[in-house]
């Protein structure tokens, strides 16, 4: 059973925006805290950003601080991920995650993640 998908993923130059969401199919899914992975080949998946179960409270990467904001959909079981000033380095398979526990802050980076989606591919040119 699929329970997250992710879209909106693609091509785009660097300095451009773009908007990946993803959808949960239990609604479940508002009351976990949710975040959001990366993964380029031939490395390891990294923490990109996380928001609570609220809202009330995001986590970001160094990397990203301040291009990237994370937010929570208004049915609770959508999370997008909008992404500004795309560098090529952002070139990943991004995934959303869910985790059963709540966390604030930095925690929401460290907090075990129980459910995964299959991943969008964005890819940013030079």
């Given amino acids: 059973?699929?329970?997250?998908?992710?879209?909106?993923?693609?091509?785009?130059?660097a300095g451009d925006s773009l908007r990946v969401s993803c959808a949960a199919s239990?609604?479940?899914f508002s009351n976990y805290a949710m975040?959001?992975?990366?993964?380029?080949?031939?490395?390891e998946r990294e923490f990109v950003a996380?928001?609570?179960?609220?809202?009330?409270?995001?986590?970001y990467a160094d990397s990203v601080k301040g291009r990237f904001?994370?937010?929570?959909?208004n049915a609770k079981n959508t999370v997008y991920?909008?992404?500004?000033?795309?560098?090529p380095e952002d070139t990943a398979v991004y995934y959303c995650a869910a985790s059963r526990r709540?966390?604030?802050?930095?925690?929401?980076?460290?907090?075990?993640?129980?459910?995964?989606?299959?991943?969008?591919q964005v890819t940013v040119s030079s």
């Fill in 50 to 59: 996380a928001v609570s179960r609220t809202g009330g409270s995001t986590y």
């Fill in 69 to 73: 904001t994370i937010s929570r959909g």
């Fill in 102 to 120: 709540d966390a604030t802050f930095q925690a929401l980076g460290v907090i075990p993640y129980d459910y995964w989606g299959q991943g969008t």
């Fill in 26 to 28: 239990n609604r479940a």
């Fill in 1 to 13: 059973q699929v329970q997250l998908v992710e879209s909106g993923g693609g091509l785009v130059q």
């Fill in 35 to 43: 975040g959001w992975f990366r993964q380029a080949p031939g490395k």
């Fill in 81 to 87: 991920l909008q992404m500004n000033s795309l560098k």
